[in-house]
C-alpha cells in the first residue's frame, strides 16, 4: 500500500501483479528473440518474480523515505558515537555508512510501524533497541 501510496504501483490486486508478472515476462521473451537477453532468468515464476519486485520496491521505497530524514551532519556525528566500537575508523570515513544505517534502521522502523507491527525489522527479526 505504501508502494501505490508513493505513485510505484498502481494496482495492488492480484490482478495486478499478474499483469506485471506476463508483461515481465513477455519483454523478456522479446528480448531474447531479437537478440537482447536481459539480465537475470529468462522468465520468472510467481514466487521469484514476488521476492525481485519486493526488493525493487523497498529499495525506491527507503530511497523516497531517506529524502524526509533528518541527515544533518549532528545527527549523523551521534549515531556514529552510538554505533562506533573498538576501533571504528574516524568519522570522516564512517559517514557514508552511517548515513546508510540510519536511514535503513529508520525507513525499517517505519514499515513495521505502518504493517502494524511497531520494533519489528521486515528483513531482520526483533528490534533490539526495542526489545532487549
Do not use: C
Not at 532468468?41 to 510467481?46: A, G, L, N, Q, R
Not at 526488493?55 to 523516497?64: M, Q, T, Y
Not at 555508512?97 to 525499517?108: F, I, M, T
Amino acid at each position: 500500500m505504501w508502494a501505490r501510496e508513493a505513485g510505484l504501483l498502481t494496482d495492488v490486486s492480484e490482478q495486478g501483479f499478474q499483469r506485471e508478472l506476463a508483461q515481465e515476462n513477455g519483454e523478456r521473451a522479446a528480448a531474447a528473440a531479437g537478440g537482447r537477453p536481459l539480465p537475470g532468468v529468462p522468465s520468472y515464476d510467481e514466487h521469484t518474480y514476488a521476492r525481485v519486485r519486493a526488493a525493487e520496491l523497498d529499495s525506491a521505497l527507503s530511497k523516497i523515505y531517506a529524502g524526509g530524514l533528518d541527515l544533518s551532519e549532528a545527527r549523523l556525528r551521534e549515531q556514529y558515537r552510538i554505533m562506533a566500537g573498538q576501533g571504528a575508523p574516524p568519522f570522516e570515513k564512517a559517514r557514508d555508512n552511517v548515513r546508510q544505517a540510519l536511514v535503513l534502521r529508520e525507513y525499517r522502523t517505519a514499515l513495521g510501524t505502518r504493517a502494524g507491527y511497531p520494533g519489528i525489522h521486515v528483513h531482520g527479526g526483533l528490534d533490539t533497541d526495542t526489545h532487549r
